[in-house]
């Protein structure tokens, strides 16, 4: 058989629960990002979508033994992650998209300065009691935007409480209804992604308050979903293509065998729109 | 379509459903659909999941289909850009790889290149080949009597796809893979994908509006892909909407597509300097696509660049209007927003053509539900993969033409899997 893209093809596994419809967004404009700085050298990305860590690694030893990628994007590193040893074994040069593990070169987030800004945003609107609703704390992004959050809001004397979701529509919508709810009700609350913000925006909706008079919502990774809600959601925004610019650029000084410098992406920024303002 | 498609397709529509839920929607009687169900649970197609929330009576056991049973590659080939996408059953994606376009090599170089392609991809995933129901490949222009692109000679292919006119591609790509392969046109293919993935929901008259390089759209009509006589339904870019327009390369003035498709707005941006620079289109510097390019412009008007949102929502508008013209047509219920184009430029494209339908849709007597699709940016690959997933499993039986027969070998489904 031909070898067409068995030497030029980099892989990237998204390990995900099928029922997180609508990630696609991220990812797909992740990887065009990656694929504009590839395909000017005849290199693609093989994106395969499994249900959990377990089918992830399995991918990764079927790839090595069939000689099918000659590098892979890790993505969403995690608290005792099994796969950057398991990758070694199999000598798969690997670029990490997040907080860096072992000592693979990794292109960054500044998920703390993100955080910093988005509760600045919010305290600078005069609100005092806020909350998150957090992706998996698993996360190694998520435990960094927590400490975060907690350390600013202490500084800046605000009462700060954080939940776990799981990013799904269903999480973000009981456990914003959940917080409105109980005793002391925050006045903002941030989310880690678009598909939790969007679901908690029309759950607030349902229990009769109005946003931003009643509460205010901040959700992340700002997406179509965001700027076509109703109204239109205050996001964090990552340029999330030109992430993927600097994934694909550490990609190919990897498989060239130059050496790769740590990158780091811009800090996200408040792109204001209609669920952010003064609290009652 | 034979009873046993039926009721596998009812299943696929509800998601999950009950046996009793089952009788209802297909009005066979209980123990007919208990056979049928019990066919469909021993080929592996359909399986027990949990059970419904109790109401007084005894739990019902719900079926969905059994996603990972079978897979269908799609293929969507395109002058800049490759694109496969392998998805299960259930139309969902498993895998996606874009590779380098035909270009202007040979067909024979470049169908041999792709079934190089596709082995690769079903290596990668790990599923056995008799798992794979076939291919389906979709490309921007009409599929021919002879299973090929094109129409009559030279009509209706774009400009850059001509040298595969004549070239039997069906025959060659089924000769070169062993499997069985369907074809199409991109936007027919990616209505296909919407409806077998539930984007439509329950709509009885429903298009996808595509935009890749050019623009097209699909129909489903009472739950079947509308392709006409000759399979060339939804030529939506060629509509007028400015009788003294610009000439289209189809021969035609004032086509949506010359006025105000992608390739149209990329050329705009190229010759307002200001705007060029502002989108960082390099003088001499070219993307692979018109798709690629026409991202960048998208990007630039979400960062807040005046120019660039001006060129889309003028697009926007033009858009609008063709499918205003498309909703009075075809009684539209639902219009989904898809394509590689409104992946990114569709928050821009969903307010402008939601307005448009609202405020002129002819007689009023119901709205018309615009959406962006869940899927746009691989929707003519996973819409390809579709095309074997339902011509496989819930072939129809009479009305619309069916979609490509496929000849050659044929998966058997009622050979038990593995
Ligand atoms: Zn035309």
């Known amino acids: ?280 | 379509m034979s009873s046993r498609s039926v009721v596998l397709d009812a299943i696929r529509a509800a998601g999950t459903i009950s046996r009793v839920g089952l009788i209802r929607a297909t009005g066979f009687t209980a123990p007919t659909i208990s056979t049928l169900v019990r066919k469909l649970i021993n080929e592996d197609l359909v399986v027990e999941t949990g059970h419904a929330k109790s109401t007084g009576g005894k739990r019902r056991v719900l079926l969905q289909l059994n996603h990972a049973s079978r897979y269908a590659v799609g293929v969507h080939l395109d002058h800049g850009v490759i694109t496969y996408a392998l998805t299960n059953l259930g139309g969902t994606v498993v895998a996606r790889i874009s590779r380098p376009g035909a270009g202007a090599q040979e067909p024979a170089v470049v169908v041999a290149r792709i079934a190089t392609e596709i082995a690769a991809l079903i290596d990668g995933v790990g599923v056995e080949r008799d798992r794979i129901l076939g291919v389906g490949l979709v490309f921007p222009g009409p599929v021919n009597a002879t299973r090929g692109m094109g129409g009559p000679p030279d009509v209706g292919l774009a400009p850059a796809m001509r040298q595969w006119n004549g070239f039997p591609l069906g025959a060659a790509l089924e000769q070169v893979t062993a499997l069985p392969v369907a074809l199409d046109n991109d936007a027919t293919a990616a209505a296909s994908g919407e409806h077998w993935t539930g984007g439509f929901g329950t709509a009885t008259s429903a298009a996808a509006l595509y935009m890749g390089t050019g623009i097209g759209a699909g129909l489903v009509v009472n739950g079947s892909t509308y392709r006409g006589p000759s399979g060339n339904v939804g030529e939506l870019g060629h509509v007028c909407v400015s009788a003294d327009g610009p000439r289209c390369w189809c021969g035609a003035r004032g086509c949506v597509e010359a006025l105000a498709g992608p390739a149209a707005v990329v050329a705009a941006a190229r010759s307002e300097p200001a705007t060029a620079r502002a989108v960082g289109f390099t003088p001499g510097v070219r993307r692979p696509s018109v798709v690629a390019d026409f991202a960048a412009i998208s990007r630039a008007a979400r960062r807040g660049e005046p120019h660039a949102l001006a060129l889309l929502e003028r697009s926007a508008r033009h858009v609008g209007v063709a499918a205003r013209t498309l909703a009075n047509l075809m009684d539209l219920e639902v219009l989904v927003l898809t394509g590689p184009s409104l992946a990114t430029a569709g928050s821009v494209y969903l307010p402008i053509v939601r307005h448009e339908l609202r405020a002129c849709f002819a007689r009023g007597t119901h709205t018309v539900d615009v959406r962006l699709s869940r899927s746009a940016a691989t929707a003519s690959a996973i819409g390809a993969a579709a095309l074997v997933l339902e011509s496989e499993l819930v072939p129809p039986g009479h009305g619309p033409r069916p979609p490509e027969q496929v000849p050659g070998r044929r998966v058997r489904l009622t050979e038990s899997a593995g």
Do not use: K
């Open chain 1, 1 to 280: 058989m031909d070898d067409t893209w068995r030497t030029s093809a980099v892989g990237l596994v998204l390990a995900r629960p099928p029922r997180l419809l609508g990630t696609e967004p991220f990812f797909m404009e992740f990887i065009a990002g990656i694929e504009e700085r590839l395909a000017a050298h005849g290199r693609s990305v093989l994106l395969h979508v499994v249900a959990h860590h377990d089918a992830e690694i399995a991918a990764y030893r079927r790839w090595a033994r069939q000689r099918l990628v000659d590098a892979v994007v890790l993505v969403n590193p995690s608290v005792d992650d099994a796969r950057p040893a398991v990758l070694r074994d199999l000598r798969l040069p690997v670029v990490v998209a997040g907080e860096p593990t072992g000592d693979n070169p990794a292109v960054r987030r500044d998920d703390a300065g993100s955080m910093r800004a988005a509760l600045a945003h919010l305290v600078g609107l005069g609100h005092r009691r806020v909350a998150r609703i957090s992706g998996p704390d698993a996360l190694l992004h998520t435990r960094t935007r927590t400490a975060a959050l907690l350390t600013a809001a202490a500084e800046s004397a605000v009462d700060a409480v954080v939940v776990a979701g799981d990013y799904s529509a269903e999480s973000g919508a009981r456990l914003t209804t959940g917080l409105l709810d109980g005793p002391d009700p925050p006045t903002a609350i941030i989310y880690d992604n678009d598909l939790m913000a969007v679901a908690g925006l029309h759950a607030v909706t349902e229990l009769g308050h109005r946003v931003p008079r009643d509460v205010s919502l901040i959700a992340w990774d700002d997406s179509s979903l965001c700027r076509l809600a109703s109204p239109a959601l205050t996001t964090m925004s990552l340029d999330v293509h030109s992430f993927g610019e600097s994934v694909g650029e550490s990609v190919l000084r990897l498989v060239t065998g130059e050496s790769v410098p740590q990158r780091w992406c811009a800090t996200e920024t408040v792109v204001v729109r209609g669920t952010t303002g003064p609290p009652r």
